[in-house]
């Protein structure tokens, strides 16, 4: 349970739950789940006529993979939806993709009727919730990948030493699973909060618009937060840090620059004195407008000029509005992807009445990587709380990078939405150097006329309209609509190789439900599509 009623109370209580989830590669028992639902949430509710309800989302490994449910398995879940409507509880079931287990939502006794979309499954046509489609889903939702980094602090203990762990997630593509690696070790708990290890090249860039005015103090002891964790030395973090605003005489022409230097990169290795002077900015009086793209412009220059080679970089952005200078943005991030820099956006809300946080800019400017660099806060006084966080995360993405990434052949893939008619086309892979070094690589295009995005259904990745492409088997296109048409039956099975074997194959290597290779598969026909048969189903 990530959160019961009590825990939930505002929307942000209900996200940071769901940020508490984590990917497992282990099978997901549905009776069970339900039966958690109904004994530790639903009889917590109110009593009626309070409407109750349970909503069961559930993807469904390839059809290739499951031979299908028993009928004790289905059986089981059965008699949890009882128990659940015994509590006068109504029963919503969504399937996601083209591929989930009709029986496992069909069985479901709530369910007097259902309709069959493209890949969702809306069972129930009472009005509590409404009717869902898979075309509106996917390119306008948020995804979360299978892609983490994090780094946790125990407590102190008597000994003077604390335990940090460190887990990395990814999508394993060789394996098609998600795969989880934690290592733990022992630390001096006066030296916890500085990150060993640390090698990058980091810009950190504060709004200083004049918006910002009244918080800007909570904006720099924030930037303060981040700075005391770095490894500031000269074989490890080189750290530059500066404000952005600017007034415009005409485009591209300023009475003020865009951009302000106060701790040039690669020059400062004190931290007392670079902490020294991002206390002093919160002194400045010198706010201006929101002139994002032409200080990323600048920043970009400063990498490029002053930055090491196969080093991480990154830049940190914290800002409260829109940029005033939308087109140079989007050609600026285009240029920073392109050139393997990382971009971190934190998104508060603005205290001007009137004033708007562009939620596409942001997206635009951390994708592929938005669930995990996009940060958006409600109140600027939550700043410090999330530079303490982030501290965090920062000590594992500035790390070399884990050889298990290039080993695993991990790949993003992310399509912007529209932007100022363009839209742009990011990917991100990890491969080793000629030292057998993993390093992070960026591709980037912009297409100059927006085109319909859709969404595959197993892997979330992103799709052009016209695009045709293939998946553990199943053939999917991508109409001029932004509909994923999927496949009516799948016509071949997934060898333990992520092959494609035909109807009639000789026996072949697979793998069961759990991922575990099995010998002696077979391929065979039923009712018209493919269905594997492992040797040992169970």
Not at 161 to 181: G, Y
Not at 395 to 420: G, H, I, N, R, Y
Not at 450 to 471: M, Q, R, Y
Request: proline share 3%; charged share 25%; glycine share 6%.
């Amino acid at each position: 349970v990530l959160a019961n009623f009590d825990d939930v109370t505002s929307l942000s209580d209900f996200n940071s739950a769901v940020d508490r989830l984590t990917m497992s590669s282990e099978r997901a028992e549905i009776s069970k789940g339900i039966k958690l639902a109904w004994e530790s949430v639903l009889n917590k509710a109110r009593a009626a006529p309070t409407p109750r309800l349970l909503a069961l989302v559930k993807d469904r490994q390839c059809a290739e993979r499951i031979t299908g449910s028993s009928d004790a398995e289905l059986a089981s879940i059965e008699s949890e939806v009882a128990a659940v409507r015994s509590m006068e509880s109504a029963v919503h079931a969504v399937g996601i993709g083209g591929l989930w287990n009709r029986p496992f939502l069909e069985q479901l006794p709530a369910l007097q009727e259902h309709e069959q979309g493209y890949g969702v499954r809306q069972v129930s046509k009472q009005k509590i919730m409404p009717a869902i489609n898979l075309q509106k889903l996917g390119a306008d939702e948020e995804k979360k990948s299978c892609s983490k980094m994090e780094r946790s602090l125990g407590a102190c203990k008597a000994d003077g030493n604390l335990l940090i762990s460190e887990t990395l997630q990814f999508f394993d593509r060789k394996k098609q699973s998600c795969v989880t690696h934690t290592e733990k070790h022992k630390v001096d708990c006066s030296r916890a909060i500085e990150c060993e290890n640390q090698v990058g090249d980091v810009m950190i860039m504060l709004d200083q618009s004049s918006t910002v005015r009244s918080k800007y103090r909570t904006i720099t002891n924030s930037a303060r937060e981040l700075i005391k964790s770095m490894n500031i030395e000269p074989k490890n973090v080189h750290l530059g840090v500066t404000y952005f605003n600017g007034l415009q005489f005409a485009p591209g022409v300023f009475y003020s620059e865009s951009l302000k230097v106060k701790v040039a990169i690669g020059e400062e290795f004190n931290k007392q004195a670079i902490l020294k002077i991002v206390d002093e900015m919160a002194n400045t009086t010198d706010f201006g407008h929101t002139y994002t793209g032409d200080a990323l412009v600048k920043v970009g220059a400063i990498l490029e000029s002053k930055g090491r080679r196969n080093v991480n970089k990154a830049i940190i952005v914290i800002t409260d509005g829109s940029s005033d200078d939308p087109k140079v943005l989007f050609n600026a991030v285009s240029v920073l992807k392109s050139r393997g820099v990382t971009i971190y956006a934190i998104g508060v809300k603005p205290l001007s009445e009137g004033a708007i946080l562009n939620l596409e800019e942001l997206k635009m400017m951390t994708a592929p990587e938005s669930d995990k660099n996009l940060f958006l806060l409600e109140k600027f006084d939550q700043l410090k709380d999330w530079a303490k966080k982030f501290s965090l995360q920062l000590c594992m993405e500035l790390k070399p990078l884990s050889p298990e990434l290039c080993s695993a052949d991990v790949q993003f893939k992310s399509v912007s939405s529209c932007f100022k008619s363009k839209m742009q086309v990011t990917f991100i892979s990890f491969k080793y150097d000629e030292t057998r070094k993993c390093i992070k690589h960026f591709k980037n295009r912009i297409l100059k006329k927006c085109k319909a995005t859709c969404v595959d259904p197993i892997d979330g990745s992103d799709h052009l309209e016209g695009e045709f492409w293939t998946n553990m088997c199943h053939e999917f296109r991508c109409d001029r609509s932004g509909n994923t048409i999927l496949p009516t039956t799948a016509k071949k099975c997934v060898a333990a190789d992520f092959s494609c074997k035909p109807i009639g194959a000789a026996p072949f290597r697979c793998r069961n439900i759990d991922g575990e290779k099995r010998e002696n598969c077979q391929c065979i026909d039923k009712d018209g599509e493919a269905m594997l048969v492992v040797d040992n189903p169970n």
